[in-house]
């Protein structure tokens, strides 16, 4: 007898990757020798390491979760649908390290391997983390001939009215960076994108073999085991960076998680964090990160941003601001430029160029995932919102922060 | 440098102002504008106020025209004057907001680029040289052929200059690299002409000297990746094969052959295949992970 | 271009002198124009900041001459796709010394507001070189607010853009908001000359944009041999993948930063390779994009840079860079374009059609070119190679205004009488185009399939047509044209009927077209048109 795994509906092992939000699963019987009934109660379990990743299983889309699953999967190769979610608080280190059993009886029926994949504080990565990292976003970059040259080219003074002052800034980052993630993912699908928390201290960033060390010029060294040696981006090697703060201890001036969300309860006060801490971080040093039209040359500016929009994120679950219905949740004026409306679909994944877009549409379509189907090739502002599925499950987005649960 | 410490350390201080735990983001921006702007203030309360809400810059002329006074005025306590263009920079990323301000904090970026203040000069020359300034260029430029009338020392011109790939730097460069006045500059030098399209050779010399510093080896390693990379292939084999080599750049021709080799053809090199496998038993630790690196990638 | 003397060592104090000097005297002020081509060897060996500097101050001594017909196009194109402040600004304030303000130059204006304000800086006219560092500073956008006022109601195409970004958030200065009010308070008061008129032309000084090689096309000996590599590091020479088939050529590189130059180039020759595929024709018109710089454009960039921007690239469709023979090719095809040791300091835009010998047929240069319509060219270009390979009669050249100092004189006088039956025959606007539409298609419709809704439709454009030419007719005052294009329509009308009288079709279409040229001729005394208007 043999079951057959179908992680987030798919057979695929690139779509063997969950996070805290329930992921739909099937298992179906693929060889029923051995069954003397129409259906046979297979019980699932997870198998990992104490520093690996964990699951819980439900049955539905509501209900408790639970560490060991019963279904009855019936012989004639009907599938069985159930839910895998990571264990809040339990993310996985490698790609595999949690293995889904399926037994009848006491009889081992099938198995999978996936992972609960978060992203999580680049500061605390092991060492295997960061440097599969380092090494997806050097490939991503080959030396400026690779597809990062889009996301650079996403993110420049010309294109920047679509992103910046005004209320689609958080939006539209979330999905810049989904969609650079999954790029690092198309090389590394064991990848996910870290952030700097930059109101705590975060040492083991700016180290020579993760995101380099400055030194008195700004010019960032790296050691000769790190594939970012070869960063390159507009042609120009390297990358500037100069600190205005230790880099042992959190910038200073910038405003903390607590007073962040102390901005307001209603989205047109809390995107007011445009200015600081977002900008104020990036103005927390010297070279390309600090200024609009270099930001993106910088590979940490990825890890800032992701801060950013974790920032969001946990404001969003602590004042329920999923629902893009919800005035609440975003700042809809009549005024707001083209791009910053919620029904507006977001340059340059909708493929749109010249006024009042920008002449061209780096990158094309929002890359695409095994796992989940939104925001779609062309998301709109209000693709944004939903990211976990908590309002529409098939909104979910495949990406979660380590420290903000599903809602 | 040591107002640079002053200021870090002032700020130091203000990083938790009584105002901000109490919800900062209510305190009405006039206030902060009056605290930022005020010279009878402490210095540690002025800059706290400044870096509070940067986008205050931008809610009316009156706060801009206060900001940049102070950005302006060698008067102000320079830790005062770097906060403010911390916080006017900050503004400067929201774009559509900060349009209405754009114009006016350019024109006094030039101005103060000449400051007698070093570090402020520098930072405001960082900024305009990111925006491709013609102003700063061409400042940069007349520093490093006459450096009586440098603004910064030549390692960060060079720096500078290689934000622009069309700045006209190369000739300076050059003459740098042949008569460095310091190991930084001949390095920035190095730095910027690594997109220049004819320096393949020079990176290639340097490469394979043994003599050269660790770091000039790396930087050739890296530029003759972008301007010749089958030369670099070439070399970091060589080098990698070559068991006088230093361990720092038998690190780096790895990690280059790992990272951008031409798959099929390192698959089949068994030499190379041998002596890495050696590697990953005998070199110092910071080869042996690279080792294992690349004999993962290619299934040995 | 010899005219004027300029070695590239000259100073540029020395270059500000002459261009003062030049500026100065009404005798020479043709030159300024020279010095705007960017081949000109005075800007051989600057650094592109410098080449701002001095092309920023070219088009300011234009802006106190005058700016004549001939360098009208280099003011556009800075406009068109420019992203400097500096010569944005200056090519702002140069246009209001053109002659007369006309509503075509209204879009160009609107263009430039639109790409350059969120990078709007302080810029100085002071002086040469000047970098704006106090209070005392003029920006882009201001210059071209004023523009817009200048311009007052020929403006008013693009009014409602104006408005729109007066009422945006941040999308005008707030700072600036009554140069706004001033510019749309213009726009909206007074009267144009001829407003009604002014929709379907273009000045003179945009016929250079696109140029047509009739009977006159340079052999491509020269550069035949000139070697390519391709994106996929393949060797090719000009003769192998040039010759046997037209080609449309672009011309880009990989570290240009203006997005709406290079980046935007090759984006448009992927969507023109969509068009090539969508009517079967990808096989038989070849595409290239050929990089300006070549050593430092690697296969592996030119092909990140290809695919990064959707181009197809195969043994039909390459991005090249050449890796011998690199002077011949910058020759051949006159390139715009300059450098600083390799690198390149400032160029055009340009494409080209070339016909199965490799030759220039077609050129189109300076403002943005429109896919369809080199597409359109190319399929021309086809077939006349296969009417000249049928033994066939070469097919009609749709007349088009030609950049005359680059041909024969003989070529030149021709073109200048095609021009002029042109304004009568080409359509020049949505209505221009109905009118055409109606009157080809209803007296040719049994050629074509049957498709029930285009008789009626295309009786409705002829009405359209008749409006048009009435309206035309009104505002000049003088409505001859108008009666014979009446006369044409009833004479389509009738050989419609089925009373036996097609043949009078053909004297239709007669009068109909002898109308419309009448027509046009009255709106202006002499006007060179362009189909598709600024892009």
New interface residues.
Partial sequence: MNVEFQINNSVSPSARFVSWVPSPCRIRMTNPSGATTPTVTIRITSTSAATAGAVVFRKGTTGLFSTSLSLSVPTNGTSVPFFIAGKFGRPSVNNGDVRIDARAGTTLVGSVKIMVRVRKNANNLTNGERDRLVAAFAQLNNQGAGRFADFRNMHTSVSSPQAHGAPGFLPWHRAYLLDLERELQLIDPSVALPYWRFDQPAPKIFTLEFFGVSDALGTVQFSPTNPLQFWRTDGVQGINRRPFFNTSAAPPGLRTEAQTFALGTQYPAFRTMEGNPHGSAHTSFGGSISSISSAARDPLFFLLHCNVDRLWAKWQRQNGRFNPALAASYDSNPGNPIGHNLPDTMWPWNGIIGPPRPPTAPGGAMASSPCVSAPGPQPRVRDSLDYQGSVNAVSRMGFDYDDVPFA | MSKKSKASKSSKSARKPKGAKKGAAKRPSGRLMSVATNARKAINERVAAIAEAPLAVCESDENLQSMLNVLRSEEEPIEVRLAALQAIQAASFSVVTFESCRSEYIATLRQVATDPDMELRQRVLGILAREKDGFAQRKLLEGLQNPEKALVPPEKALQLLSNDVHAEAYAAAREIVNNPPSDTARREALRLLAADATAAPMFEKLLRDKDEQAEIRQISASALQALKPEKLQEHARAILLDTSEYDDIQATSLTAITQFGDEQAVAEDKTLMRRIDNMKDEASTKIKQSARRFLTKYGQ | MQNVAMAGARSETEFASLVDALAADPDRREQLTELLREDHPVYDQ?????T??MRGWVLLALARAGVSDAALIFVLEELDAG?DA?LVAAAARALRSYPSPNAALAPFAM?AL??I??????VSFEGY?E?????S?T?PVRELLVTLAWLGPHARGVLHEVEALR?????????LLVEVDRAVEAIRGGQADEPDADCCTLPNGLSSTFSWALGSRRGSESIESTVFEDHGGASVTFREFFRGHPSIVVFFY??C?N??KC??TV?KLARLQKLLEAQGLDDQIYTAAITY?P??D?P??I???GQ???VRMDDRHRMLRATDGVNALRSHFKLGVNF??????RHRIEAYILDAEGRIAASFERIQWDEQQLVDRAIEVLNETSNEKSGGPVPEVSPRPVDAPARGKTASTMLGTLASVGVAFFPKCPICWAGYLSMFGVAGLERIPYYPWLQPLLFAVMLINLASVWLRGRSTGRMSGFYLVSAGAFAIVVSKLGLGLESVAIWGIALTLAGSLLSALNAKGRRLTARGGPA
């Fill in positions: 600057r650094g592109a900041a410098t701002v500097r992203v500096y263009r639109t790409n304000r969120y990078h709007d800086e302080p070189g970098y704006a560092d106090s209070s500073y920006t009422a945006q958030h941040g999308g005008l200065p707030k700072k990989t570290r930063d997005p709406l980046s935007l984006t710089d050593a430092f690697l592996a960039r092909h990140a840079y990064n921007r959707g600083i040791e390799s690198l390149v300091n």
